[in-house]
């Protein structure tokens, strides 16, 4: 069995340089790959249970190795949908079959249908922010879809919320004469317009008419500016609203019992709370302080943002952000015992453990980085260099075999 095991022996150790060869073709194949991790071949010896006076060769066994919880150097770049996570986690991305996979390759673009898909043809997953605010399923992908930004297209947003603060004159004159709405003319204090959106993005505006009343004592009637004649009384209708409001006068602020906020009925809207808490009245003149209401016209997206802890957001023409995904991140215990699929994307195994899933920047996931990519964690050098000595060592084991042969050779033609 001398021979044939020498023989043997060499014919393993051809095989496992040859193994290592392929891991380095691999390495250098994707050296420009984004988020490839590196693969490794390690060599464990097989020893044969030997006689006293005859050794039994044995033979050497390999095992492939994915350094994949080593994190690669980050590149930026000028897309906002290029992704990279600096520190530990994966993205999770869906193939054509809507099986779910975990991947550091961020290289994500809009394709037609509005999904975002890396280079592989794999669909970046998230939680959609519709319903309100995601609460993952922390082992497994429940409630992911393909984050799309297809129909973020064109949006109006109703108003619903405001803010009016003035300083009311506190040595104005006091009025009987109070708006109506039907009356010809009507006397009243200081006047503000106020720009709202109704349920389809148009502008309401309106009219906001303060009247003092009494000592310390205001109206604030609210008319839709759509009602007037001539750009103010008469009005074809009632206020939306009205409300008194009263002032503590020695601080000139609104007293205890005084609403702080008007509730506006908007026409084909919402209502809209506005703030008046901040409203003075001091021995000056009408002075408006500060005035906003949220909401917008239809508007379509000028751009996606991504943040740090994954939330997409679509930004308008008109300046308004909308978020609109969470996009989470995935570990598992071990994760350089994941199982590396084609496409550059892992699947769990047995030796990994079970997949966990949580949101970047909380607990052991690192942040997300946006305009980045995870670059390959291939060393050239060190590839070019494990090839050359996987060739020296292949023609060493080559050498033995021919030994071994030729001394075959000569066993066989002993009987000539």
Do not use: C, H
Not at 95 to 106: L, P, S, V
Not at 350 to 368: P, T
């Amino acid at each position: 069995m001398g021979l044939y095991g020498m023989m043997r022996t060499s014919v393993s150790g051809m095989n496992a340089q040859a193994n290592r060869l392929s891991t380095v073709a691999d390495n250098i194949a994707n050296a420009s790959t984004v988020g490839y991790k590196r693969a490794s071949t390690e060599f464990s010896s097989l020893v044969l249970q030997s006689s006293g006076s005859s050794y039994e060769s044995g033979s050497v066994q390999t095992r492939v190795r994915y350094g994949i919880s080593e994190p690669g150097t980050l590149k930026f770049t000028t897309s906002v949908t290029d992704l990279a996570v600096k520190g530990q986690g994966f993205f999770l991305v869906n193939n054509e079959n809507g099986q779910t996979f975990m991947t550091r390759a961020g290289s994500f673009v809009k394709d037609s249908s509005g999904d975002l898909v890396n280079a592989a043809g794999f669909k970046l997953m998230g939680y959609s922010l519709a319903p309100g605010a995601p609460t993952p399923v922390a082992n497994g992908t429940a409630g992911l879809e393909v984050v799309n930004i297809s129909p973020l297209a064109l949006q109006a947003a109703p108003s619903t919320a405001g803010n009016l603060f003035v300083n009311l004159p506190a040595n104005a004159q006091e009025e009987t004469d109070l708006p109506s709405g039907n009356a010809g003319t009507a006397a009243y204090t200081a006047k503000t317009s106020l720009v709202t959106y109704d349920n389809l993005g148009n502008k309401v505006t309106l009219d906001v008419y303060m009247t003092k009343t009494g000592p310390e004592a205001w109206e604030v009637s609210v008319y839709n500016q759509a009602d007037a004649t001539n750009g103010g009384f008469p009005y074809g209708a009632a206020a939306l609203v009205t409300e008194n409001l009263t002032f503590d006068p020695t601080t000139g602020r609104l007293d205890a019992g005084s609403p702080t906020a008007i509730d506006i009925p908007v026409p084909n809207g919402a209502t809209v709370r506005l703030d008046m808490s901040e409203t003075s009245q001091l021995g000056s003149g009408y002075t408006l302080l500060d005035a906003g209401v949220n909401g917008n016209a239809p508007s379509e997206v000028e751009r996606v943002e991504i943040d740090n802890d994954g939330t997409l957001y679509a930004v308008f023409e008109n300046g308004a952000r909308v978020a609109t995904y969470r996009i989470p991140l995935a570990d598992v215990a071990s994760p350089d015992n994941l199982q590396p699929l084609a496409g550059n994307v892992f699947a769990p195994s047995v030796d990994s453990g079970d997949i966990r899933v949580g949101f970047a920047g909380e607990g052991s996931f690192g942040s997300m980085e946006s305009q980045a990519l995870e670059q390959s964690t291939v060393d050239m050098a060190a590839e070019l260099t494990a090839m050359i000595e996987s060739e020296r060592n292949y023609t060493a084991n080559s050498k033995v075999f021919q030994a071994g042969s030729d001394l075959m050779d000569v066993v066989v033609n002993l009987r000539r």
